[in-house]
């Protein structure tokens, strides 16, 4: 048994307590953005930062607050109440390819001082895109433990085409096995034991997300509809970074249907025919 598990172990049997939600709970928004000394091109970033944020201006539900952690703050992103910049350090490429675990952790811990109440948190990357009803979803559920968001779409930015995830709903995978944002965890962080202890021991690895959650005893339920939009192929993609040809899973999961792509266009709010604003 390694460290991980034998503390995710230890803290099931001794802090992991049924949750007793609110009946509006807080939804956090935890989104690591690359530093400008690493993006290939700062301004590229700040303008698909803004599609992500224009998405949760447009949740059917809007008790939420945003946390955003980078080297350097977006000149468009909030300074207003519900919005809050936590600096990184310096990030340099011969140490990683990302430091968003790093990012992922000292949101945590800003949370776990700023909140006392509880939340569902979500791990948002800066270029993905939540259907305006998720968040409204989650609170009229509300189930105190969590959810997995296994149904969505991955988006081609220069093209507008959209691949199908869900295997429930016939894409080849679950969108959790491709994509960061496709988890919100239950946490009270006025009333749990070592919240921020227990957002790190989740940890950032996203396919893995269901697993450590159950282990630690906040088994997730799935979203039943699709609910996130994974944005490829616009510049500044961690998967451009890794090396990975993601436009090979579209072409195996191709949306062609043109009232159909209609449909899930306007269901997110996109234009058409490209989706994001590069």
């Not at 300074?79 to 790093?102: C, K, M, R, W």
């Not at 811990?109 to 509880?118: I, K, L, S, W």
């Not at 062609?256 to 899930?264: G, N």
Request: glycine residues 8%; negative net charge.
């Amino acid at each position: 048994m390694d460290l991980k598990t034998l503390l995710s172990f230890g803290y099931r049997q001794f802090f992991s307590k049924p949750h007793k939600p609110d009946a509006a709970p807080l939804i956090v928004v935890m989104i690591p953005l690359v530093g400008k000394a690493r993006a290939k091109d700062w301004e590229a970033v700040c303008r698909v930062l803004e599609d992500t944020l224009d998405a949760l201006r447009a949740q059917s539900y809007q008790n939420y607050e945003v946390l955003l952690c980078s080297q350097d703050r977006p000149d468009n992103f909030p300074q207003q109440e519900g919005y809050h910049f936590i600096s990184a350090p310096p990030h340099h490429a011969a140490e990683t390819v990302s430091d968003q675990g790093l990012k992922v952790r000292l949101m945590s811990a800003y949370a776990g001082e700023t909140f006392d109440r509880f939340s569902y948190v979500l791990h948002l990357d800066a270029d993905d895109l939540p259907h305006p009803d998720l968040f409204r979803y989650v609170v009229e559920n509300n189930n105190g433990r969590g959810y997995l968001i296994e149904q969505g779409y991955m988006l081609d930015a220069p093209s507008g085409r959209l691949g199908l995830f869900g295997r429930d709903i016939g894409g080849t995978q679950d969108l959790c096995e491709h994509c960061g944002s496709c988890a919100l965890f239950a946490v009270d962080w006025g009333k749990q034991a070592f919240p921020a202890s227990y957002m790190r021991l989740i940890g950032n690895g996203h396919r893995k997300y269901a697993e450590r959650a159950a282990r630690l005893g906040f088994p997730l339920d799935p979203i039943p509809f699709p609910s996130m939009l994974y944005v490829v192929n616009h510049g500044d993609n961690m998967q451009i970074r890794k090396g990975n040809d993601k436009l090979l899973y579209i072409e195996d999961n191709d949306i062609i249907d043109p009232a159909r792509l209609s449909a899930i266009r306007e269901d997110f709010g996109l234009s058409e025919p490209t989706a994001v604003s590069l």
